[in-house]
Nanobody, 124 residues
Framework: VQLQASGGGLAQAGGSLRLSCAAS????????VGWFRQAPGKEREFVAR????????FYGDSVKGRFTISRDNAKNTVNLQMTSLKPEDTAVYYC??????????????????WGQGTQVTVSS
């Protein structure tokens, strides 16, 4: 499966952005899809993941209550709605998918397909 992330850009603190992850090729219907982010000089950080079959979600502590991950199976996309943005949310955001078996899918080693990344910049 090939993934294409889009929707990044510039936002002010307290604002909102919506990222989308579109899949081409094999359908994501059986996959876990996650979002990760990486800020300059920092390790890649888990943001959120969703199980496409049942829609169950899990979030990283730093975004819990502010970000919402959702799926649109008909469009083969997974979205990340980001609200109450903070300057520390500035990073390149990556979507990823996997059919591997992992415990919580919060580590990048659990994912075997990655999108190219989209830049999110939040100004104070």
């Amino acid at each position: 499966v090939q993934l294409q992330a889009s929707g990044g850009g510039l936002a002010q603190a307290g604002g909102s952005l919506r990222l989308s992850c579109a899949a081409s090729g094999r359908t994501l219907s059986r996959n876990i899809v996650g979002w990760f982010r990486q800020a300059p000089g920092k390790e890649r950080e888990f943001v959120a993941r969703i199980r496409r079959p049942d829609g169950s979600t899990f979030y990283g502590d730093s975004v819990k209550g502010r970000f919402t991950i959702s799926r649109d199976n008909a469009k083969n996309t997974v979205n990340l709605q980001m609200t109450s943005l903070k300057p520390e949310d500035t990073a390149v955001y990556y979507c990823a998918a996997t059919s591997l078996i992992c415990s919580q899918y919060v580590t990048d080693g659990c994912y075997d397909s990655w999108g190219q990344g989209t830049q999110v910049t939040v100004s104070s």
